[in-house]
């Protein structure tokens, strides 16, 4: 299953949220490793909500480009 990543650079440091999974993150200082940690935190919170019995969301959430005159 495919989820939509949103990832931040921030002053020093890389975030990584998946919007269709509530509360999993990642951080790091750089976008590749931010990638490999987020790819691990979806693995790890899908495998949390198994053995929870619980729900896996699923992968709805789009991405678009806009452009737009700034």
Do not use: N, W
Not at 1 to 21: H, R
């Amino acid at each position: 299953m495919k989820y939509a990543v949103v990832i931040e650079q921030g002053d020093t440091s890389f975030g990584a949220y998946a919007p269709d999974l509530p509360g999993c993150i990642a951080t790091a200082e750089t976008r590749e490793e931010v990638v490999k940690l987020i790819h691990e935190a979806i693995e790890f919170h899908i495998e949390g909500l198994k053995e929870d019995g619980q729900p896996i969301s699923k992968a709805s959430s789009r991405i678009e480009f806009i452009d737009v005159a700034a």
